[in-house]
């Protein structure tokens, strides 16, 4: 017998109802008819009303497919018929007024779905009508966005309800009706055989018939609580049922007990308290495992604004599913779920990534929520947690799905070593609340409270946080609070099925955007209801998990303000950009928030406002996303337009706190090292595009923006040189726009490429020196000079009475370039990568750079250097000088070769072994006369004793070198 739940309120709405969204004729169809022809009619004023009103009337197709009995889900359609967004003439569908459209399908249904297969059935025909100019964005579907079904019958005895009108979902749903006490009501149903027919309502017959196939009665609802409709047909061999029940509901009114606040309230191992925010509702009903998903009254407060009931005698530590039903139609999750189950994108979990989850329920549809009493604790190590200095953060920001194959917490803490050695004190992980879909960024958010799933169980996640915190790494959720998806609850509950959209009266959420770039539905956060969500929402992440921040995505929108149209189009995006006094105000109400949730917390907006507006959010405390990836791409190519980042550096934008995270990569940008290889610049045999040349660039890109002072961000695998594009497919393809959110390779094997390892060296070794003691001020809030705007680049970071300096110098042009620089104090520097001893003057000094060549130099001996380059050494001018540094060296290290040239010609470096073999030739290629520093690549050789020749036209010096 096929169950069916119809949840029934407020007033009266008609005697009879007989318009649904979908009718079709005849009333059973079958598969194998090639005499049938099948009718399928759509009233576009039901469902979600895509195409009410929709003028063009002859440009509406239908998208259609069938579910057979090889189908796996109720989204596997199998053999569709038309692409989708094409517009064939056999996929038109007909206006016949009213807002009703027709489609024919003409003779055996196997015929026109073209199956050949015997043994495959079809079980329903799936079915959409769509518009087919511009984007197709108006689609008739059902009322909570669903596809359309059509059953296909036997010719087995069947027997369906036609009355209360039903919505054509894959497990149809009575449609939304507005009935109450003493309201009359129709009750109808067909039969496909000539049968005694039979209707009851409570179980009191209210009409019969003998040998009909269409059967009509009214009944009366004369009291509260269920009421069963059953239609019965008897053949003389066989009785079938068809059966609605409709439950109307009046919640009492009750205060809501003391303590006890919105979402989940667990009392006890064996009680808990539920309660949902739902201003201006009717009434709501709670069913779930615990009551054998039978529709519970909820209380209602005296304010209207919220429902809860209290269960009790559940099972302590079991896992029960349910969901809420609001006004009789509404059917939702829970917002603050700290689990859900998702009928359609759970399958997609492994059992290796999220051991014992919870099945779905059978017979349910929608997502599902979840509570457990007594649930398992998780056991922290690390009780309290010293944020390092937010003026010091060195941010690894990461995407779990792309960052380990495995896609899970566990495997991601396995790698911590690996980001402990490069030197980060911070992990920012892209959006891991429960999102639409198994595969994305994550900025299509719809739970808030729940641990995505797909990335492992939540005790997971806090093992994760813990060992990062034993580590001293803190742990920042990059959080989308700007807007949400769909399947969020929330938007859910208040919705315009007309106009496709949240609805007015929506507590929480904008009907049209108000301001450029939105995604999803708008939040509004000048809301009350809005401003409580995320506060509770923070407190979770806060004090449940220990996080210790947030990176709030699109922080420009939270705004009131309209920079667009009233329908959320044609935006100004300068006026968005503009200072917002009221959006100011958001913002610090809500730093106060989390600061009062969890002191000293992070908060980093993306915000890409107006300087004067940053400027007042970052004195308030925040940190603000500094997007500097134009600017480094530009440099590390080699090309001279926009390749001045000194934005980078915050008292440029007249910032007078250093809360700007500077930034060369993140997830929104291309890789620095892609844009090398694929557009870098070239002079002779100086190519960028090369790939050893482009990761020395980004070397380079790397020691000029690691060395300006205040927090820094770097993209995973930005450390190693990711030579892919940001738009790469799945299969390595490159469509622009179209793969930018698509899994991308996971190369872990860069790490056996000793150019991409020396790139990392650089950037552990930059961070070992941001947090050297005697430095760590300097990289904080050291005083900055600089030239940034000519290919010849210096930085000059000073602090008070000169006890930790740092001067950088670096060549960004394709050719040698001389440029000059005064170090702050005269006497010996130390070249922090070179580890030579560089003596100084206090006026300028002139450097030739060779392409791509770049030093850091510190006024304190880090690297414990005695080495004096051959620099320094007198020179007659005619005779072959080198020198190797360092010398003992390390085989997986790069090696620096200083030679002085007596004239311009070809000059070659080759190494050789102990016995006089050679192992490999270096160098080969033109230099000028004078000093020059060649950077020869790790070698990767046993530990011994080697020997270098360098030749120089007529001259020759031999150096020797040890290997540890």
Same mark, same amino acid.
């Given at each position: 017998?096929?169950?069916?739940?119809?949840?029934? @309120?407020?007033?009266?709405?008609?005697?009879?109802?007989?318009?649904?969204?979908?009718?079709?004729?005849?009333?059973?169809?079958?598969?194998?008819?090639?005499?049938?022809?099948?009718? *399928?009619?759509?009233?576009?004023? #039901?469902?979600?009303?895509?195409?009410? =009103?929709?003028?063009?009337?002859t440009d509406v197709y239908v998208h259609i497919g069938v579910i057979t009995n090889k189908s796996t889900s109720s989204s596997d359609w199998k053999y569709v018929k038309f692409t989708w967004a094409t517009t064939p003439a056999a996929a038109n569908a007909v206006y016949i007024g009213n807002n009703k459209w027709t489609y024919t399908i003409t003779g055996s249904l196997h015929n026109f779905f073209g199956i050949t297969d015997a043994t495959e059935t079809i079980q329903k025909i799936a079915i959409l009508f769509r518009n087919g100019a511009g984007d197709n964005s108006r689609v008739q579907r059902n009322s909570d966005g669903s596809d359309m079904y059509i059953p296909i019958y036997t010719s087995s005895l069947a027997v369906r309800l036609t009355q209360p009108p039903t919505e054509p979902r894959y497990v149809p749903t009575p449609e939304q009706q507005s009935w109450s006490l003493g309201t009359s009501f129709t009750i109808s149903a067909d039969a496909n055989k000539p049968s005694a027919?039979?209707?009851?309502?409570?179980?009191?017959?209210?009409? $019969? !018939?003998? =040998?009909?196939?269409?059967?009509?009665?009214?009944?009366?609802?004369?009291? @509260?609580?269920?009421?069963?409709?059953?239609?019965? !047909?008897?053949?003389?061999?066989?009785? #079938?049922? +068809?059966?609605?029940?409709?439950?109307?509901?009046?919640?009492?009114?009750?205060?809501?007990?003391?303590g006890i606040r919105d979402g989940i309230n667990y009392n006890s191992g064996t009680s808990v308290t539920l309660v949902l925010r739902a201003p201006g509702k009717g009434y709501a009903t709670v069913m779930g495992e615990f009551n054998n998903w039978t529709p519970a009254i909820m209380n209602k407060t005296p304010d209207g604004k919220f429902f809860w009931i209290t269960?009790?005698?559940?099972? @302590?530590?079991?896992?029960?599913?349910?969901?809420?039903?609001? +006004?009789?139609?509404?059917?939702?999750?829970?917002?603050?779920?700290?689990? *859900?189950?998702?009928?359609?994108?759970? !399958?997609?979990?492994?059992?290796?990534?999220?051991?014992?989850?919870?099945?779905?329920?059978?017979g349910q549809t929608g997502i599902v929520s979840v509570l457990q009493t007594s649930a398992p604790t998780y056991t922290w190590s690390v009780n309290t947690f010293n944020h390092p200095d937010k003026k010091g953060l060195m941010i690894y920001e990461l995407l779990v799905r792309d960052f380990v194959a495995a896609h899970d917490w566990k495997t991601i803490q396995d790698s911590l070593n690996y980001l402990q050695k490069l030197g980060v004190n911070a992990i920012e992980v892209m959006p891991f609340n429960e999102f639409e879909g198994n595969n994305s960024w994550g900025y299509n958010p719809d739970?808030?409270?729940?641990?995505?799933?797909?990335?492992?169980?939540?005790?997971?996640? #806090?093992?994760?946080?813990?060992?990062?915190?034993?580590?001293?790494?803190?742990?920042?959720?990059?959080?989308?609070? &700007?807007? $949400?998806?769909?399947?969020?609850?929330?938007?859910?509950?208040?919705?315009?099925? @007309?106009? =496709?959209?949240?609805?007015?009266? %929506?507590?929480?959420?904008?009907?049209?955007?108000?301001?450029?770039? &939105?995604?999803?539905? +708008?939040?509004?956060?000048? $809301?009350?209801?809005?401003k409580y969500y995320v506060g509770r929402i923070v407190e979770h992440w806060l004090q449940n998990y220990k996080l210790d921040g947030f990176r709030f995505d699109l922080a420009k929108g939270f705004t009131q303000k309209q920079t667009c149209d009233a329908s959320g189009n044609n935006c100004d995006v300068n006026a968005w950009s503009a200072y917002d006094s009221s959006r100011v105000k958001i913002w610090k109400g809500y730093y106060d928030t989390v600061q009062n949730k969890s002191s000293n917390a992070y908060v980093i907006l993306e915000h890409f406002a107006a300087d004067n507006e940053e400027i007042d959010l970052s004195n308030y405390g925040m940190m603000l996303w500094g997007n500097m990836n134009d600017s480094y791409a530009q440099a590390s190519m080699g090309y001279a337009d926009r390749w001045d980042f000194s934005r980078a550096i915050h008292s440029v934008r007249g910032w007078t706190q250093p809360h700007l995270v500077a930034y060369a990569e993140s997830h929104d940008e291309e890789r620095i090292v892609y844009k090398n290889v694929t557009y870098g610049n070239s002079s002779g045999s100086y190519n960028i595009k090369d790939t050893t040349t482009a990761l020395k660039r980004a070397e380079q890109t790397a020691v000029f923006l690691l060395t300006?002072?205040?927090? #820094?961000?770097?993209?995973?695998?930005?450390?190693?040189?990711?030579?892919?594009?940001?738009?790469?497919?799945?299969?390595?393809?490159?469509?622009?726009?179209?793969?930018?959110?698509?899994?991308?390779?996971?190369?872990?094997?860069?790490? %056996?490429?000793?150019?991409?390892?020396?790139?990392? =060296?650089?950037?552990?070794?930059?961070?070992?020196?941001?947090?050297d003691s005697r430095y760590l001020g300097a990289f904080q809030t050291g005083a900055i000079t600089r030239d940034f705007s000519g290919a010849f680049k210096w930085l000059k970071v000073a602090t008070a009475n000169d006890t930790a300096d740092v001067v950088v110098i670096g060549n960004f042009d394709v050719v040698a370039q001389t440029g000059s620089v005064t170090f702050p104090t005269a006497g010996n520097w130390y070249d922090y990568f070179g580890n030579f001893i560089q003596t100084t003057t206090a006026?300028?000094?002139?450097f030739t750079l060779q392409p791509g060549e770049y030093h850091v130099y510190v006024n304190r001996n880090v690297n414990n250097v005695t080495a004096t380059p051959v620099s320094n050494v007198p020179w007659n001018g005619t005779t072959l000088e080198a020198k190797l540094y360092p010398n003992p060296a390390f085989a997986n290290n790069t090696t620096y070769l200083e030679v002085k040239l007596p004239q311009s010609g070809?000059?070659?470096?080759?190494?050789?072994?102990?016995?006089?073999?050679?192992?490999?030739?270096?160098?080969?290629?033109?230099?000028n006369n004078g000093t020059k520093v060649l950077s020869l690549p790790a070698l990767h050789l046993p530990a011994g004793t080697y020997f270098l020749k360098v030749q120089a036209k007529e001259k020759t010096k031999t150096l020797s070198l040890t290997l540890q």
């Open positions: 017998m096929k169950r069916l739940l119809l949840v029934i @309120a407020a007033s009266f709405c008609g005697l009879l109802c007989y318009s649904q969204l979908l009718t079709w004729t005849p009333s059973f169809p079958t598969e194998n008819n090639a005499s049938q022809t099948l009718v *399928i009619t759509m009233d576009a004023s #039901k469902g979600n009303q895509g195409l009410y =009103n929709y003028s063009a009337t027919m039979k209707l009851y309502h409570n179980g009191t017959m209210i009409a $019969s !018939a003998s =040998n009909v196939t269409t059967l009509l009665g009214t009944s009366t609802i004369t009291a @509260a609580g269920n009421q069963q409709v059953v239609a019965e !047909a008897n053949d003389g061999t066989t009785t #079938k049922y +068809d059966t609605i029940n409709i439950f109307i509901g009046v919640s009492p009114v009750v205060a809501l007990p003391a269960l009790n005698n559940l099972t @302590a530590g079991t896992e029960y599913g349910y969901q809420y039903v609001v +006004d009789g139609t509404i059917k939702i999750a829970d917002p603050y779920a700290e689990k *859900i189950l998702d009928p359609n994108n759970d !399958a997609g979990i492994s059992s290796t990534t999220y051991p014992g989850l919870k099945t779905y329920p059978t739970f808030y409270f729940a641990p995505d799933k797909y990335y492992g169980p939540a005790n997971t996640l #806090k093992r994760f946080v813990d060992s990062c915190h034993r580590r001293g790494i803190a742990v920042i959720m990059d959080i989308a609070l &700007n807007h $949400s998806f769909g399947s969020s609850p929330m938007v859910q509950l208040y919705w315009d099925a @007309a106009n =496709n959209r949240p609805a007015a009266n %929506n507590p929480w959420f904008n009907p049209v955007p108000k301001h450029a770039y &939105n995604v999803g539905y +708008d939040m509004n956060h000048e $809301s009350a209801d809005t300006i002072p205040g927090p #820094k961000m770097i993209w995973q695998f930005g450390e190693l040189g990711y030579s892919y594009s940001i738009n790469t497919c799945t299969n390595t393809s490159l469509i622009a726009d179209s793969c930018r959110l698509t899994p991308k390779p996971i190369r872990w094997d860069y790490l %056996n490429d000793s150019r991409r390892k020396n790139l990392y =060296n650089v950037y552990s070794a930059l961070n070992k020196l941001r947090f006026s300028a000094q002139s070809k000059t070659t470096v080759e190494l050789y072994n102990s016995v006089g073999q050679q192992v490999r030739k270096l160098y080969n290629g033109i230099l």
